[in-house]
Every structure is written in C-alpha cells, then in structure tokens.
C-alpha cells in the first residue's frame, strides 16, 4: 500500500516510514499496530504491509532520511541502528513542496519554509499543484495521512464550505481568507478517490462540502485528531467514573511538551483548535460539563517526549469528595507512527469494500472523531471490532 503524508519530514510520519519498512522486511515486531491484533485477521488481503512512502512537506530537508536523523539526533527516540538499517529506504523518499496558507504564527515559526504560495500562486493553481504531485504517485492502494502541524481554527464560510459548489467557487475566486491547508489537502485526495485520515485537529475533511465529494466520489474518510497519549488516558478512565455512578466535578489536565508540535502549540492560535479537541470529551462522556482546565505548554528541552499532569476532583456516596491524579510520560512519535499505520489500513480497506463516506468507525483513533458522540474508548473499541467483522 501507498501512504502520502501531509507533513512528510515530521517526526510522526518519518518515524512509520522506519517503522513500516522494518516491519516490511520482518526485522521489526508489530508491537503498537492495533490492526495487527487477532480482532482484525484478514485485513492484510486488503492493506497488506508493504509501503510505499511519499508526501508533501514544507520545510527543507535534503530526504525522509536526512529529516528522520535530525528528528532522532534530538530525541534518540529509538535505537540508531535501526535508523541506518533503513537509510538506503528513506533517502529515496523526497517531499513535494506544500502549503501551508492560513497555517498561523505556530507554523511560521518553524522556521525556513519552502511553500507554494510563496511562488504567488493562486488557490486554483495550488490546488492544481498537489494534484499533479499526488496523481504522480498514487495508485488503487493510496491513502493520504494529515499529519502536519496544528492549524488556526477555520475562518468557517456557510457560502464556502457548506457544498461542494461553494468550495470550487472559493478556489476559482482566490477566496484566500476562508482556505487552509488541510482542507486543500483533503479536497484533492477526496477528489482523486483517495482515502484521507484527518490525524490533526485542523479541518481537513470535516466540512461539510468535503463530506459531500466523499459520497459523490464514493471515498472513505475519517478523523480527528489522534489520540494517543492524555485525552486516551482520559477518555479510557473517564468512563470508570459513570459506570460507578460518581460525579465528576473538575478536571485539570496540563500538558507539556517540546519539539516542534510544542512550538506550534506555543502560539495562541495554533493552541486553540488542540485545546478545543481535549476539552470536549468529558462532555461527550457525561452528558454535563465538569469544571475544566486543559493547559498545553510549551518545554523545548523535553523535545518529543509529551508529558501530562492530570487531576480530578470527584464526588461519591454522601456527598464525600475525593481526588484522582495520574500523569503520562510518553515519546509522541512512538505512540503515534504506528496509529497513523493502522488508519491508513483500516480506510484502504474500507474502500475496498465499498465503503464510503465517514467512517465513523475508525473513531476509536480519533480525540474529536466526525459523526458521532462516542469518545469512550472501551465502547469505541467494540464499535471497531463489530464494524470489521460485519464488513469483512
């Protein structure tokens, strides 16, 4: 199968590029590949592991290769040799430029950007650009994984993104200031008939024009937002609370983080649209809004390892109050990459049993997932599992 990555030379996506071309060869365990588990045997008649890496990237690198060493000299994320194992691999994997239009300060900050509007494109021509770079590529087996930084909350238009017409009308017209990336990104793989996997909190697919072209094009889609290490926990444990009958009066998650996620997320814009995704969960699970404070700070020296304090105030039997704490400690890419994986199989092999339109199912990946309230990780589980062996 082919995977094209939105944010090709970030730490998430080059991390499964090692990952997968290891576990290609059968030199790597499938540890952390969810879709590996017995509940989904079969699936690899239809996502097989066997990749093919590509995507878009706007910031420089010479290679996946040369951007996966840089990522690993700051995280030592995982053991050196393996890295050098795939060097020949991840050489031949070289980024197209992207986009990166209405991607906030958190983005610029990254530093030297190489993008397609800096060549004064229009949006027409943008798009028109990351089409011809994913029709290059792509094939029967592709599917297209977001995994680029966290954009701004989208300047949302009823005109523009409540249809397709809509949409095509704000591309024709350079409507610049209700486009993003994302969405550019999601139309033209939608449009291709390529599946997409929303793995941020930006748009992508979510609006409702891009919901429209999935079922014109008969594609599957999902996201968003992956949730792999905080609002997991939380959203495993939180339901502990309701099966007793306990209410939750408030919860304090603080997060902390380095590298360059925690340099996006340290821009107020950025931050927004990822504090929104962890915040509304305990909503979805209780059917009220305990008190909440969901704080994400930025701690360069951490770099990628992720690190979430985590208190909640409760009460039970005769209005007794009680505490709960827990933290997680966790390097994001690992728990992450292989996520990224397991979406790109499930939706490959959604399509290829004719699946089409959200699949809400997938929603077990996701900390915001489309089309449904269901954010219980335990019950999301099930619903995965039942939807495999119903659809297989």
């Given at each position: 199968?082919?995977?094209?990555?939105?944010?090709?030379?970030?730490?998430?996506?080059?991390?499964?590029m090692v990952g997968g071309v290891l576990i290609e060869r059968n030199e790597l365990t499938r540890t952390g590949l969810v879709s590996e588990l017995p509940h989904f045997e079969g699936i690899g008649r239809y996502a097989p592991l066997k990749?093919?890496?590509?995507?878009?990237?706007?910031?420089?690198?010479?290679?996946?290769?040369?951007?996966?060493?840089?990522?690993?000299?700051?995280?030592?994320?995982?053991?050196?040799?393996?890295?050098?194992?795939?060097?020949?691999?991840?050489?031949?994997?070289?980024?197209?430029?992207?986009?990166?239009?209405?991607?906030?300060?958190?983005?610029?900050?990254?530093?030297e950007l190489e993008t397609l509007e800096s060549e004064n494109l229009t949006l027409s021509q943008i798009v028109e650009r990351l089409d011809q770079d994913l029709r290059k590529f792509s094939d029967g087996d592709t599917v297209m994984i977001?995994?680029?930084?966290?954009?701004?909350?989208?300047?949302?238009?009823?005109?523009?993104?409540?249809?397709?017409?809509?949409?095509?009308?704000?591309?024709?017209?350079?409507?610049?200031?209700?486009?993003?990336?994302?969405?550019?990104?999601?139309?033209?793989?939608?449009?291709?008939?390529?599946?997409?996997?929303?793995?941020?909190?930006?748009?992508?697919?979510?609006?409702?024009?891009?919901?429209?072209?999935?079922?014109?094009?008969?594609?599957?889609?999902?996201?968003?937002?992956?949730?792999?290490?905080?609002?997991?926990?939380?959203?495993?444990?939180?339901?502990?609370?309701?099966?007793?009958?306990?209410?939750?009066?408030?919860?304090?998650?603080?997060?902390?983080?380095?590298?360059?996620?925690?340099?996006?997320?340290?821009?107020?814009?950025?931050?927004?649209?990822?504090?929104?995704?962890?915040?509304r969960v305990l909503e979805k699970v209780y059917g009220y809004s305990p008190f909440s404070i969901t704080q994400i700070e930025y701690f360069p020296s951490l770099v990628d390892n992720k690190t979430a304090f985590d208190f909640i105030h409760?009460?039970?039997?005769?209005?007794?109050?009680?505490?709960?704490?827990?933290?997680?400690?966790?390097?994001?890419?690992?728990?992450?990459?292989?996520?990224?994986?397991?979406?790109?199989?499930?939706?490959?092999?959604?399509?290829?049993?004719?699946?089409?339109?959200?699949?809400?199912?997938?929603?077990?990946?996701?900390?915001?997932?489309?089309?449904?309230?269901?954010?219980?990780?335990?019950?999301?589980?099930?619903?995965?599992?039942?939807?495999?062996?119903?659809?297989?």
């Amino acid at each position: 199968m082919k995977i094209w990555y939105v944010g090709a030379y970030g730490i998430v996506s080059t991390t499964a590029m090692v990952g997968g071309v290891l576990i290609e060869r059968n030199e790597l365990t499938r540890t952390g590949l969810v879709s590996e588990l017995p509940h989904f045997e079969g699936i690899g008649r239809y996502a097989p592991l066997k990749f093919e890496f590509g995507g878009h990237e706007i910031r420089k690198a010479e290679n996946a290769y040369d951007a996966t060493f840089q990522h690993w000299e700051a995280n030592r994320h995982f053991e050196g040799h393996l890295l050098e194992k795939v060097r020949d691999e991840l050489e031949k994997i070289r980024a197209q430029t992207g986009t990166a239009i209405n991607c906030g300060s958190g983005v610029q900050a990254l530093g030297e950007l190489e993008t397609l509007e800096s060549e004064n494109l229009t949006l027409s021509q943008i798009v028109e650009r990351l089409d011809q770079d994913l029709r290059k590529f792509s094939d029967g087996d592709t599917v297209m994984i977001n995994s680029a930084s966290t954009e701004p909350l989208l300047n949302y238009s009823q005109q523009y993104h409540g249809s397709l017409d809509g949409f095509e009308k704000m591309i024709e017209d350079d409507v610049r200031e209700h486009a993003s990336a994302s969405i550019l990104y999601a139309y033209v793989a939608l449009k291709n008939g390529i599946p997409y996997g929303n793995f941020t909190p930006s748009a992508g697919s979510s609006i409702p024009a891009l919901k429209e072209l999935a079922i014109e094009k008969k594609v599957p889609h999902a996201g968003n937002d992956g949730k792999t290490g905080e609002t997991l926990v939380k959203t495993t444990l939180a339901p502990m609370f309701a099966y007793r009958n306990l209410r939750v009066l408030g919860w304090m998650s603080y997060n902390i983080l380095g590298d360059l996620d925690g340099l996006v997320l340290s821009h107020s814009e950025n931050r927004e649209s990822k504090v929104i995704s962890k915040d509304r969960v305990l909503e979805k699970v209780y059917g009220y809004s305990p008190f909440s404070i969901t704080q994400i700070e930025y701690f360069p020296s951490l770099v990628d390892n992720k690190t979430a304090f985590d208190f909640i105030h409760f009460e039970g039997f005769l209005g007794t109050k009680m505490k709960f704490y827990f933290i997680w400690d966790a390097i994001d890419a690992i728990v992450a990459a292989p996520l990224t994986i397991d979406i790109a199989r499930f939706l490959l092999f959604a399509k290829k049993k004719g699946e089409h339109g959200v699949i809400k199912e997938l929603g077990f990946f996701f900390k915001s997932p489309m089309d449904t309230d269901n954010v219980n990780t335990h019950s999301q589980f099930e619903e995965l599992v039942r939807w495999f062996e119903e659809t297989m």
